[in-house]
């Protein structure tokens, strides 16, 4: 298996450090190929490198997003990039963002960004290996935070519809 | 008759079960297949693989979105996705998203999304059969809430136009 | 002339009724296919359609849009998707679709829907002859209102520039 | 020279007439060709029928838009139909678009259109032209406002970075 | 190294003249390309000539965004179409966009692009020779402003994950 990791000098936490280490603890034998780029606005040239220089089977796309609309937007238009990119190549390509906007506290931000790293780096794994997880479907699986669960579990499963 | 399903372990509700419940319904020998992804923004990658890999007439894609400015505008970038893919392959994609901002109530969001799963499963039945749906259009159907109905009918059809 | 027409189950008003009197008006002999799709977000589908395989020489879409954020960023994504298709196919399509934030009046809503589905047909019949509308140019025409008119109008024509 | 025009009927301005002569004064005998159609989300197919069927060497576009948020999208959406053509056939493609909430005042509407019109008609030959402009980058030019000029110029050049 | 720029006539500062004066210092043998357009809606149209026509290794990109919700969108636009061509033809390009929201002081203004095109000068210049940027990565690196530094150095590295 060949796992790509692109990652920013923008972003305030080494994500990528985190990632492989999952990646490594999970496929032993993965071969790991890593680009860093500026901002996040160059993901999806690097990703594209990835997937058609590397023949990369996934790519793990690390991101680091402000608080202005400005931000918001450069998000919007290299996350569809990155989508353009899935839909040409069929190869899949996670993108772990943290939002500056998530929590006014750095610790908390540090704390969502390796946990969600580490926690889509072995989602990726699951979608390259095609593994099934139809058990978690609707299971309000969170990345960053804990899980919130479903909302039947809320209601203590004795909900009933409507 | 084959039927792809994209899901989504973000999703607070397993709105596939339900959907699958009512294409079975209507078309018992359908052949569903079915793909979980992490988040919405996985859902064209799943989506082109089932489509493309697998030959499906239409898919499915049931989606849950967040109430941040993050969420609406990832939202915008996979369904660009999902209406590129369209466009390409001339198969039909439903998305049955449920926003967080629909209703601040959990029992409310759980209905929302199996009634909009469960009438969207039926809707691209429909689309994939080539039926006729103009009998029912301007006629204010709406998926997760109840039909609103034409405007015409709150008049009680005396409307006179202008 | 072959012309196709897609609109929604979603929308209140049935403005294709309307459309199709006004082409049939213009050119009795037009051929009209039609599609009816559950919302706006499954035109670009249905246009391909008529236009890919049935082999339209333009296509109206009838869209009604809801008010929230939601709804804005839906009218967005599936009226790129019918920009691309005009880019790819070279056929024009134009769309209509009324926003329900254009009036709390379910009366006006009714009104402009209809105005707009109606001067609309007549407008792709003119794209589609390739007639010159240029005579009309910079003229304020309105679908759905009432025209605004050149701003020189408004002054008397006796408007000298600065 | 083959020159192509798009303009609406939705604008409360005749700008294409002083871009036309504009274009006349600089090239008397450059080929002007120009498609009217209703509104700016037409305006990628009308320049891509310029482009593609009819050679243009580049094509003017002038639209009108609106003042609510549906607007605002609708120029994204179309823009980015501009920005595409641009991307797949290499023709420069320049849109004057005049916005409604530039000015409450009609009169200043007007002088911004006839301003923004006639400067763009004037750099789109330049820019088919294949002409140097760098003497101009960073100077600060407006189209439809006067030029507001370089930073340093603000600052009577005596500005020292720090 | 072929090395393409791109700036506007709208720009208020001559960034390309300090990107350059970067560029030769690193690669004193370097070919510089630049086309100056107006607007920064137009830089696509020129960036892809520079690749295409010019096959220039990569392409800076230099533009000034306004204030307003139509300049905003305008920077979406128009980093999509860089985007677009980056997935195109797998040539870095880096956009270096300064937001005249980023400061009321023209004089602040003035340096954060400076700083910004000179920073991202070199990036350009990395990514075009491969260059290994990753012992960067996480590192809170900021062009236009003075790096922030990752997270873990704010608590002096005595931060100890939840």
Redo the contacts between chains.
Sequence with gaps: MKIGIV???????????HAIEEIQKLVPRAQIL?I???GF??T??AA??LI??QECDGVLVLGW?GK???D?????????????????Y??????V?V?E?ESED??E???IA?DRARK?AV?LVK?IRGE???K????????GRPD?????E??GDK?I??
């Design positions: 990652d920013t000098t923008f972003a305030r936490v080494d994500m990528a450090r890593r860093t780029v500026p606005k160059n999806p040239w594209r490198k058609v220089e997003i202005t609309l400005t918001k937007l450069t998000y919007a238009v290299a996350s569809m990039g990155l989508v353009l990119l899935q839909i040409e069929g190869k899949p390509i996670i993108d963002t939002h906007d750095p610790k931000l540090y704390n390796i889509h989602n979608l099934d997880l139809s978690y479907a609707g299971k309000g699986l969170r990345q919130v669960g479903p909302i039947l809320d209601l909900f519809e409507w």
